[in-house]
């Protein structure tokens, strides 16, 4: 790690444990995927490609915003649980979702993908020992034990249905 100081408790984390409302991981997950799975298809269908301001996302490029950074998260749990070590340099989520084809993706797709990413995902932390969650994980700047990281993803989620809620729902009227 370079010279710059470790946060061990990032204002970012504790956004992640409220968003998550104390809710341990495996519920947090399944509740997650609960919500994917109540999405009203229709109403984003109706929404299409329209935007609440000129240069944000479209609501397919936030889902798959959603999912790229959801199997990010994975590659990184993978990391710390199987003590390898080394997280490859931080991404940029705006290159990301300028280089995705998310625009030309059905919503249907985006959220089956979304969905099965997301069992993937419960399954994979199902699968790691007590031992393994509680690992401390130290990248970038961060610090954090690695079931953190699965409430990162939950959290994510909540974030984004939140803004789409908020603002992306209010063009269908």
């Not at 998550?20 to 109706?46: C, H, V």
């Not at 929404?47 to 240069?55: P, Q, S």
């Not at 889902?63 to 749990?77: G, K, P, T």
């Not at 690695?146 to 974030?159: E, K, N, P, V, W």
Request: charge should be negative; aromatic fraction near 10%.
């Amino acid at each position: 790690m370079k010279s710059q100081e470790v946060k061990k408790n990032p204002a970012f984390l504790e956004y992640v444990y409220e968003l998550n409302e104390g809710i341990e991981l495996t519920e947090a997950l399944k509740i997650s995927l609960k919500a994917i799975n109540d999405i009203d298809i229709a109403q984003l269908n109706r929404i299409g490609l329209k935007t609440y301001e000129k240069d944000k996302w479209t609501i397919h490029k936030i889902l798959q915003h959603l999912i790229d950074w959801e199997r990010i998260w994975c590659f990184r749990a993978i990391i710390f649980a199987r003590a390898e070590g080394s997280v490859p340099d931080a991404l940029d989520q705006e290159i990301m979702g300028q280089n995705s084809n998310a625009n030309e993706l059905s919503i249907e797709q985006l959220i089956d993908e979304l969905r099965i990413v997301r069992q993937s995902t419960i399954m994979m932390f199902e699968s790691f020992s007590k031992k393994m969650l509680e690992t401390n994980c130290v990248f970038f700047e961060y610090e954090m034990p690695l079931f953190a990281i699965g409430l990162t993803i939950t959290a994510h989620q909540i974030h984004h249905f939140n803004i789409i809620k908020e603002r992306y729902i209010p063009l269908n009227d």
